[in-house]
Nanobody, 115 residues
Framework: QGQLVESGGGLVQPGGSLRLSCAAS????????MTWYRQAPGKERELVAT???????NYADSVKGRFTISRDNAKNTVYLEMNSLKPEDTAVYYC?????????WGQGTQVTVSA
């Protein structure tokens, strides 16, 4: 059973930075892609960034140039470095992986960007 636990969310002013972490367990972390999603109030969950097991990355247009996804296979952890944060980045951020034809999600961490 895969388990994912996010941390690092909080309240930050516009233009500020945060780094989210997602600690994984219960599966061979290094073998699978990891993805960050977010869901704002009243909106659908959207993909933010993905990193594959070969370290290829992909970003939503809305975060390109501001967010960076990375992974540390030795720590079974995926990160999301978020810079130049905007109020529209406010959301619950989730990490997700998929293996054995099943999706595994974390519980989410709240990010609020407000003055």
């Amino acid at each position: 059973q895969g388990q994912l636990v996010e941390s690092g969310g909080g309240l930050v002013q516009p233009g500020g930075s945060l780094r989210l972490s997602c600690a994984a367990s219960g599966f061979t972390f290094s073998s699978y892609a990891m993805t960050w999603y977010r869901q704002a109030p009243g909106k659908e969950r959207e993909l933010v960034a993905t990193i594959t097991n070969t370290y290829s990355t992909n970003y939503a247009d809305s975060v390109k140039g501001r967010f960076t996804i990375s992974r540390d296979n030795a720590k079974n952890t995926v990160y999301l470095e978020m810079n130049s944060l905007k109020p529209e980045d406010t959301a619950v951020y989730y990490c997700k992986t998929r293996f054995l034809r099943r999706d595994y999600w974390g519980q989410g961490t709240q990010v609020t960007v407000s003055a």
